[in-house]
């Protein structure tokens, strides 16, 4: 069976990674639509249109039996359209409020994610259902997905830019300080140990990838058996630069 992983970017490698590891047996396709990335500062209808766009011809080439959506920005507009139209299971990724809700003792979380998915109202449904006792803050980040893409190929990032677009996520109430902070985009994973070390104090960095991971496998059935097939990456804006090749091979994905 083909599962097909989805991010704007390789963003979306801190979920594939976990459900390869739970799924071995399925072939995986990563497609990153570089061509429009960053799409966190995307209007939503012209957002909406484009991925439609991209899940029709991929879904028509690969034939999965799955798609997830390894992107919050992506989910939280797509999803229903995409249930809507496709007769497959479809997992999202979107921001881990509810477990960050029940894991807080100080009450004060804060949910880091892109511009466009703090403003959606998926988000604000979700702070609305699941966090109602918790002062949730919801922090968009204009440049750190374009710096976490910058980490993943180079091994370095400026630090003074990562901490400019993080500081908001840390509050003190009259001593009851943030201390959970919900990595709600694909890419920040790949960043948390910087994260860790510009902290003002240590937090719990939420990443939903493994519970995604989980929940996929639970919707699949499992033969147990060992695939022969390599799993594939594809990039919507061609044949990437040799660093990125370089990247995907390290994930074990050949470029097609
Ligand atoms: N990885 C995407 C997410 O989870 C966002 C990256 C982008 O801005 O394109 O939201």
Known sequence: MTILVFDSGIGGLSVLR???????????????????????GWEEGALTVRLLDVFDDLVERYQPSMIIV???????????????RYTIPIV??????????????????????TPGTVQ?????SLVAEFARDVNVRLVGAENLAVLAEEFMLTGSV????????????FTDRLGARTDVVVLACTHYPFLANVFRRLA????????????????????????????????????TKGRPQPNMLRLMSGFGLKVV
Not at 72 to 82: E, F, G, K, Q
Not at 208 to 214: D, M, Q, W
């Open 18 to 40: 976990e459900a390869r590891v739970l799924m071995p047996e399925h072939r995986f396709v990563y497609v990153a639509d570089d061509a429009s990335f960053p799409i966190g």
């Open 70 to 84: 390894a992107c919050n920005t992506a989910s939280t507009i797509i999803l229903p359209h995409l249930r809507k």
């Open 92 to 113: 999202g990724t979107v921001p881990a409020i509810k477990p960050a809700a029940e894991r807080t003792a100080s009450g004060q979380v804060s949910v880091l994610a």
């Open 120 to 124: 959606r109202d998926y988000t604000r």
């Open 158 to 169: 400026d630090d003074a830019a990562v901490e400019a677009e993080i500081s908001d996520c």
């Open 200 to 235: 003002p104090w240590p937090v719990d960095w939420l990443n939903p990838a493994e519970a995604i991971g989980r929940h996929a496998q639970s919707l699949l059935e499992h033969s147990g058996e060992i695939k022969d097939v390599q799993d594939v990456a594809e990039f």
